[in-house]
């Protein structure tokens, strides 16, 4: 099957500083990706929707300028937790849709665990 | 604006039964739905996707049901084993591709 690859796949960081997750889809080409963030015991939550050449679509009551996204290529894209603070800890998951495929089915990523001091 | 839920929030069983788990939807105009098993800590494994014209798919021990009319969703697990102790995810895809994740339903099978 389609293999999405994130990295890191954990990081620890001060209160104040930004992290770069990445995003890439290996053996196929990603027009859209999404982003997830899930707390402990908690399901998936939709923060974005990551269009490749395009700004990003946010949903609602996620920051913008907090949460970065790039999506520069047709296999990578990018999230960047600006300014991260001890709130923004999480589980960072990406998945991606193969744009030749027409089933719509989405491939996921191992997911980032982030953990800010 | 699309709802899932899952039912039961968590499941205990000993090794060898036979096991549903249920998914329901608000919104039955879906592209297609989608289970997967997420194991602790670890991302997600995607294990049968239904499209929305179709009613049913198996794989192995595995069977899911789709009643998109009544917005409904089964996940059958036959003789389960202690390695499919894991979380279960209902997901659908709906309005501009975007999958909405149920709250799971977390699986111990017992040896």
């Known amino acids: 099957g389609a293999v999405v690859s994130q990295h890191p796949s954990w990081v620890i960081c001060k209160s104040g500083t930004s992290v770069k997750i990445e995003c890439r889809s290996l053996?196929?080409?990603?027009?859209?990706m999404f982003w997830y963030r899930q707390f402990p015991k908690q399901s998936l939550m939709l923060m974005a929707t990551?269009?490749?050449?395009?700004?990003?679509?946010?949903e609602q009551g996620v920051e913008k300028d907090k949460f970065l996204i790039n999506h520069a290529s047709l296999t990578l894209s990018t999230l960047t937790v600006t300014s991260a603070h001890p709130e923004d800890s999480s589980f960072y998951i990406c998945?991606?849709?193969?744009?030749?495929?027409?089933?719509?089915?989405?491939?996921f990523g191992e997911g980032s665990r982030l953990t800010v001091l | 604006k699309q709802e899932v839920t899952q039912i039961p929030a968590a499941l205990s069983v000993p090794e060898g039964e036979n096991l549903v788990l249920n998914c329901s939807f608000t919104d039955s105009a879906i592209y297609n739905l989608q289970w997967f098993r997420q194991d602790p800590g670890k991302g997600l494994t995607s294990l049968l996707l239904?499209?929305?014209?179709?009613r049913e798919q198996t794989s192995g021990r595995l069977n899911a049901s789709l009643d998109k009319s009544s917005g409904r969703s089964t996940l059958y697990i036959a003789a389960s084993q202690p390695g499919d102790s894991a979380t279960y995810l209902c997901?659908?895809?709906?309005?501009?591709?975007?999958?909405?994740f149920g709250q799971g339903t977390e699986l111990s099978v017992k040896p």
């Open positions: 990551s269009n490749e050449g395009s700004k990003a679509t946010y």
């Open positions: 053996d196929f080409q990603a027009t859209t």
């Open positions: 997901a659908v895809t709906g309005g501009g591709g975007k999958l909405i």
């Open positions: 239904i499209q929305s014209s179709q």
């Open positions: 998945s991606a849709r193969d744009s030749s495929s027409n089933t719509g089915e989405l491939f």
